[in-house]
């Protein structure tokens, strides 16, 4: 069995809207060792925001995930592969800001 230490992904994720975040992904193709991938590929997501790491999910078949209600901070995600029970090293997306959400204006305005 081939290890996956370092299976290559290009990780991208962005604010998609106010609290979402889309993240995605490539496949690799290859083992470490440049030999092809042969079986299923799932992928196992996680979250890293002010020192600590969260899985969001694991078993993933497709190529996003869409994180929901996030709050405003600073964030980077990390998205490793599955393959024959091996997994990959993880790969990491820049990190993103969520912001806080502007004030409402000021009401009963008036002039005299």
């Known amino acids: 069995m081939k290890l996956l230490a370092s299976v290559f992904l290009s990780l991208l994720a962005f604010a998609a809207q106010a609290k979402t975040v889309l993240i995605s992904w490539t496949a690799p193709t290859t083992n470490t060792d440049g030999t092809a991938i042969v079986g299923p590929i799932t992928y196992t997501v996680y979250q890293y925001t002010n020192a600590v790491s969260t899985q ?12 929901l209600n996030l ?3 600073k964030y980077s995600f990390q998205v490793s592969a599955w393959v024959n029970g091996m997994q990959s090293v993880a790969a990491t ?3 993103i800001t969520i912001a806080a959400p502007p004030p409402n204006p000021p ?5 005299i």
């Open 93 to 95: 997306s820049p990190i």
């Open 71 to 73: 709050p405003p901070g």
């Open 56 to 67: 969001l999910a694991t078993g993933v078949v497709g190529l996003t995930f869409t994180t």
């Open 107 to 111: 009401t009963a305005v008036t002039a």
